[in-house]
């Protein structure tokens, strides 16, 4: 089992910035990859980005591409998502989860969750 635990959610005003964390434990760890995704009321849970953990290819949602950062310390088994010039429609509670799957877009393929952070962004 691995267990996922984030960290980094709350509330910040339009055009700021946060940087979740996402700490791993449990067995050995070595995904292919970990995503983060984010889920607004009312909504379907969304892709937001990945990260291959071995050699560092990053792959990102268009609404936040050149906005947030996906980045992972390996030694650590921690896994960020720096987020800048927030919106209010990035109000969601965001996941992170890892994958043994090369497609890493579907949510459906990742085999471990973590519980949520809140991220609020006011207008």
């Known amino acids: 089992q691995v267990q996922l635990v984030e960290s980094g959610g709350g509330l910040v005003q339009a055009g700021g910035s946060l940087r979740l964390s996402c700490a791993a434990s449990?067995?050995?760890?070595?995904?292919?990859?970990m995503g983060w995704f984010r889920q607004a009321p009312g909504k379907e849970r969304q892709f937001v980005a990945a990260?291959?953990?071995?050699?560092?290819?990053?792959y990102y949602a268009n609404s936040v591409k050149g906005r947030f950062t996906i980045s992972r310390d390996n030694a650590k088994n921690l896994g960020y998502l720096q987020m800048n010039n927030l919106e209010p429609e990035d109000t969601a509670v965001y996941y992170c989860?890892?994958?043994?799957?090369?497609?890493?877009?579907?949510?459906?393929?990742?085999?471990?969750w973590g519980q949520g952070t809140q991220v609020t962004v006011s207008s």
């Open positions: 989860a890892v994958t043994g799957s090369v497609d890493l877009y579907s949510g459906s393929r990742y085999d471990y």
């Open positions: 449990g067995r050995i760890f070595s995904p292919y990859a």
């Open positions: 990260i291959r953990w071995s050699g560092g290819r990053t």
